[in-house]
């Protein structure tokens, strides 16, 4: 398979979970050049062909990169892979400062009783219930199986 | 059988019956915690570990706004150990929570997120019996609830928070199921009793804004400074801790801890008089606003001063909450005997906390709404939906 095809293939296969940078941008166009020249060098169909056929690749390659970007920024909602989701200071600093009476009196402070909800909510996940109820007769048994 | 056989046959019954006692197992064991907190503790240790989406769908029910499911049935279900030493805890009258006030601003309060789930574990279990038909059982969960809010208590302004929180999801779930039970007057007539009985707490914000009084005016002195700092860089502001520790000096803190005071005292005053809630809640949002925030006493201050008349807000509006569910109790208590809705409030119901005066009563297709006099938006207006 061709290297614009594979560009393609890779995008119909929804897989455009890609660090997106100038760097990338630069890689699936050097990709499409090279893809146009090996094709160009196999036709040898005269310079008007070899025009029709340049403007051709060139419209192809020009399609692939938008369709990347296309792809890029409807996922980018969903995955920001490379920036980490903005995250209370006091939460930044240990996983239990975000249950401090200063941490919680920030959120509100900033947030009012939505924010306060949303730390405790956050806090749950971080911090979490115990992992499961266990009766003393459950513990004896399993430190008597040991 | 002559006296001294009596005596000496009394005599073998005690010492026999004294025997019993004391090689009596139950007496060797000491006894369950007198301390609410403790076995609150135990309730949250014993919560289900569920997914952030399966705790978000129990508070959803919890609220009303899903009817309880399969999944939400078997997730209260893997709760059911938590529900078991939250209700032994709502039979223990004291409760003391152990906050470590030495710490001050630093006190570690991992208890409050707990309490939250712990909130809708109770009431989504509560709104499965009334789905199942169990209405006194249903009823029965809210005032433990309703315990329970007043065992979170007002230790500190964070607890008065949730424990108001905990009060509004307990009397919205009482309301929605009072419709449903509104053909059974014998089980009104005990709601009316219960509430009678448990609704006598005297939660408020006081007591836990004094408190907020000692440990900020503590935090702005000259040797608390890189502790101020670090909270006030934690506000997010521009500058670093370093540098608001750097700029502080004794003159600046000295006139933030006599604006700060003077607030908070203003604000006890208005909260402990009788007035007016709109005069008061006038008050209380002019000590919080009118601080220039490039002042750094000012600003200082406007860092640690709570939203003073939210809190007020909500303290009336859970009196409110209480009065309408206490008053729609009559209504249905005088439905029950009539066989129909009266036409106009009856007189002598509890009022809107708010005015003071009483609820605007209307009758709909569904059953009838309560709501606050002068309050346009829908969060002062009570409905009660009636089951055919």
């Known amino acids: 398979m061709k290297h614009i095809e594979n560009i393609e ?12 940078s100038w760097s990338m941008d630069k890689r699936v166009l050097d990709d499409s050049y ?10 040898k169909q005269g310079p008007a062909a070899a025009i029709h056929m340049r403007r051709t690749m060139r419209l192809a390659a020009a399609a692939a990169v938008t369709i990347i970007a296309a792809a890029l920024l409807l996922t980018l909602g969903r995955h920001t892979p490379n920036r980490p989701a903005p995250q209370p200071q006091f939460a930044a600093q240990s996983p239990t400062m975000i249950v401090s009476m200063i941490s919680l009196r920030t959120a509100y402070q900033q947030g009012g009783w939505e924010a306060l909800d949303r730390q405790f909510r956050d806090t749950l996940g971080q911090l979490g219930p115990g992992p499961s109820s ?11 199986g040991s | 059988m002559n006296n001294a056989c009596k005596i000496s046959f009394a005599g073998i019954l005690f010492v026999a019956l004294a025997a019993v006692l004391v090689a009596s197992p139950v007496l060797a064991l000491p006894p369950d915690p007198d301390n609410a907190a403790l076995l609150y503790y135990q309730a949250f240790l014993s919560l289900a570990q569920l997914s952030d989406e399966a705790r978000d769908h129990i508070g959803k029910v919890a609220r009303g706004e899903t009817p309880p499911d399969k999944q ?3 997730d209260i279900a893997k709760c059911a150990g938590a529900i078991e030493s939250a209700e032994a805890a709502s039979k223990v009258p004291a409760c003391n929570w152990g906050v470590r006030y030495s710490k001050g601003f630093e006190a570690p309060m991992p208890q409050m997120a707990q309490m939250r789930y712990l909130t809708f574990v109770l009431i989504a279990d509560a709104r499965i019996r009334a789905a199942d038909g169990k209405y006194r059982a249903a009823l029965e969960r809210c005032l433990m609830a309703g315990t329970f809010a007043r065992h979170v208590g007002d230790d500190t302004l964070i607890s008065y928070l949730v424990s108001r929180s905990v009060r509004g ?7 929605d199921v009072m419709g449903r039970a509104a053909g059974d007057a014998k089980l009104l007539q005990w709601l009316k009793d219960e509430l009678a009985k448990s609704d006598a707490e005297t939660l408020s914000p006081v007591r836990p804004l004094k408190m907020e009084l000692d440990v900020v005016s503590d935090l702005m002195r ?29 003159k600046i803190l000295e006139r933030a801890r006599r604006i700060y005071t003077e607030r908070i005292n203003s604000a006890l005053t208005v909260m402990s008089t009788s007035m007016p809630y709109e ?11 009118n601080l220039d925030s490039n002042d750094p006493s000012e600003a200082t201050v406007q860092a640690f ?24 109790i009559e209504i249905l208590l005088a439905r029950a005997r009539t066989g129909q809705l009266p036409d106009a409030l009856p007189s002598g119901l509890p009022k809107d906390a708010f005015s003071g005066k009483d609820f605007e009563y209307e009758k709909t297709k569904e059953g009838f709404t309560l709501r606050c006099p002068g309050k346009d938006l829908d969060i002062y207006r009570y409905e009660f939906k009636l089951s055919k």
């Open chain 2, 72 to 74: 939400v049935r078997q």
């Open chain 1, 34 to 43: 090279a893809a146009m020249d090996e094709r160009l060098a196999a036709t």
């Open chain 2, 305 to 328: 001063i709570p939203a003073l008349d939210k809190i007020f807000a909500q303290k009336v509006a859970i009196e409110t909450h209480g009065s309408a569910v206490k008053a729609a």
């Open chain 2, 279 to 289: 005069q008061a809640e006038t008050q209380l949002k002019q000590l919080v606003g």
């Open chain 2, 169 to 175: 999801v307990a009397y919205k779930c009482m309301q």
């Open chain 2, 222 to 250: 000259m040797e608390n400074v890189e502790k101020l700092a670090q909270v006030l860089a934690g506000f997010g502001g521009k500058a670093s801790a370093a540098e608001i520790a750097k700029m502080a000096d004794e």
């Open chain 1, 9 to 20: 293939e890779h995008v119909r296969r929804e897989k455009p979970h890609v660090t997106t």
């Open chain 1, 134 to 144: 266990l009766s003393m007769q459950q513990l004896l048994e399993s430190s008597n």
